[in-house]
Nanobody, 119 residues
Framework: QVQLVESGGGLVQAGGSLRLSCAASGNMFSIRDMEWYRQAPGKQRELVATITSGGSTNYADSVKGRFTISSDNAKNTVYLQMNSLKPDDTGVYYC?????????????WGQGTQVTVSS
């Protein structure tokens, strides 16, 4: 099994910054992608940012230029630096790790961390 531990959420004023972390441990074979999703109240979970094992990144249009995803492969940890936060960024943020094993792919979710941006 794979365990993910998230940290870094909290309450911040609009325009502020937060940094989320997600550390993966356990029976991992080869991490393919590490991702951050978020879910606002009453809305569907949405993909915020992705980083591949090769370091390629992709972002939702709503966070481009404000959020930065990075990873420390030696620590199996993914980060999300969030700057210029807006009230619309409020939600529960989840990390997701996609692991490639021989013949199949597995996906694991963190427990979620609350981010609240006040206006």
């Amino acid at each position: 099994q794979v365990q993910l531990v998230e940290s870094g959420g909290g309450l911040v004023q609009a325009g502020g910054s937060l940094r989320l972390s997600c550390a993966a441990s356990g029976n991992m074979f080869s991490i393919r992608d590490m991702e951050w999703y978020r879910q606002a109240p009453g809305k569907q979970r949405e993909l915020v940012a992705t980083i591949t094992s090769g370091g390629s990144t992709n972002y939702a249009d709503s966070v481009k230029g404000r959020f930065t995803i990075s990873s420390d492969n030696a620590k199996n940890t993914v980060y999300l630096q969030m700057n210029s936060l807006k009230p619309d960024d409020t939600g529960v943020y989840y990390c997701n790790v996609v692991i490639a094993r021989p013949g199949y792919i597995s996906s694991y979710w963190g427990q979620g961390t609350q981010v609240t941006v006040s206006s």
